[in-house]
């Protein structure tokens, strides 16, 4: 097939020394990236010289290393802004993961501007971190959570926004990217609705900023959600990006070392962004490390790979649409219609399709994906899923497709 015209793959897939391996004596085919992305060499160099040659902590020290340390951190920064297209880099705030980020603005920004009656929309595509968080808030404040619902292919009922966003509404949500259905939600009409109600939007950008370009400013959002992990950076290390003035009128977070101004025995003044939400000793090499691996992306092209893996997506689901017994989750290919594929394959359960595909050496994910409101729409409380990134190649969707014939003449 006409595929892989833009970007060498195979000379990629040697960037990434795990996927050299053999599984139960197979070539690894990781079809699981939806959940972590694998790590090219690079990013696995810049972590260990972080280790090896400049580690101390940052923002303290006058001397040498602590300065190397402090000046690489804050450049990861800076290439986390560029890669958004943040207006300015003191709009990163490093956090552990997407989790982290999103109840960050949970705990600090509702907790200032929630109250009692207000509403949360969500939509029932969520992650359990973009659902849990606003429970959480509700139950402290009294708000109260509603949920866009999803149609049959998977998409979003946009129309359902006029019944659900009235001037209750604070604060929209929601996913950029599936990471069960692949759905590519579009964003500007959401904004643009919560904007007329005068709400607040979040973006949980987990599965797009890895995937595709991702622009803060045109988006037009006010926070933006995600994980270096799954996007070919160190785990223990995210990002939330706020608007300037919205994180700059927010109380902290976490209270601790490096976010105050001024301490007293009785209260404190806190420092300006980011550091206010920057307690304690942050993930130092592993943001570094994030740092390396925007600019790998960026270098390989965020279009390139979003068409790389919008063409693996396609083939996938024309040859999945081919196993007996299947039923297949999420839009048709399309350019709404990322590279997350969830699949039930009757008579056999899930963790014996993804117990069959590993012994043929692919690796692919079952059970609810963190997404046990989105299962229950969908009737099943559990799928298998694959899921693409810019060192798969069509050959493994050909090993999953057989692998799927092997399972069923095995269990059904
Ligand atoms: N949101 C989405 C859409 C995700 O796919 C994930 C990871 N599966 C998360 C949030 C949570 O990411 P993390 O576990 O890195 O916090």
Not at 53 to 80: C, D, I, P, Q, W
Not at 99 to 117: P, Q, S
Request: aromatic share 8%; charged share 20%.
């Amino acid at each position: 097939m006409a595929i892989l015209s833009q970007f060498d793959v195979l000379a990629l897939r040697r960037e990434f020394p795990i996927l050299q391996q053999h599984v139960h004596g197979k070539p690894l085919a990781f079809l699981d990236s939806a959940a972590s992305s694998q790590k090219p060499r690079r990013v696995i160099e810049t972590l260990e010289d972080y280790y090896r040659r400049y580690n101390a902590n940052v923002h303290r020290g006058v001397y040498r290393l602590s300065e190397e340390a402090t000046f690489a951190y804050e450049r990861a920064r800076g290439k986390l802004a560029r890669f958004i297209n943040a207006a300015s880099q003191r709009e990163i705030i490093f956090v552990r993961n997407t989790t982290e980020a999103i109840n960050l603005v949970a705990y600090a920004w509702g907790g200032a501007n929630i109250r009692a009656g207000d509403r949360i929309l969500l939509t029932m595509m969520e992650h359990h971190s973009n659902i849990v968080p606003w429970q959480l808030l509700a139950q402290r404040t009294g708000a109260e959570l509603i949920y866009l619902p999803f149609d049959g292919q998977g998409r979003l009922v946009l129309d359902d926004l006029d019944r659900l966003l009235d001037e209750r509404v604070k604060l929209v949500a929601f996913t950029h990217q599936s990471n069960v259905l692949g759905t590519i939600n579009p964003v500007a009409p959401i904004v643009a609705r919560a904007r007329a109600v005068g709400a607040r939007v979040l973006l949980d950008a987990a599965q797009s900023v890895p995937h595709m370009p991702v622009d803060v400013q045109a988006l037009g959002i006010d926070f933006l959600a995600f994980s270096g992990h799954k996007m070919c950076g160190p785990t223990g290390i995210g990002v939330l990006w706020g608007r300037r003035e919205v994180l700059q009128a927010m109380p902290p977070f976490l209270g601790g070392g490096s976010m105050i101004d001024l301490v007293e025995l009785d209260h404190s003044t806190f420092a300006a962004i980011p550091a206010r939400f920057e307690a304690g000793t942050p993930a130092i090499g592993e943001a570094i490390a994030l740092g390396e691996a925007a600019d790998y992306l960026q270098e390989v092209g965020l279009a390139t790979i979003h068409q790389h893996e919008q063409e693996l997506t396609a083939y996938a689901l024309e040859r999945l649409a081919a196993v007996p017994g299947i039923t297949i989750y999420g839009p048709p290919a399309g350019p709404d219609r990322g590279g997350a594929i969830s699949f039930s394959l009757e008579g056999v359960h899930p963790h014996d399709v993804a117990a069959v595909l590993d012994q043929e050496g692919v690796a692919v994910r079952a059970g609810h994906h963190c997404t046990q409101p989105l299962h229950r729409v969908l009737g099943v409380p559990a799928t298998t899923r694959a899921s693409f990134y810019l060192y798969n190649l069509p050959e493994e969707i050909d090993r999953l497709v057989a692998g799927l014939h092997k399972a069923r003449q095995l269990f059904a």
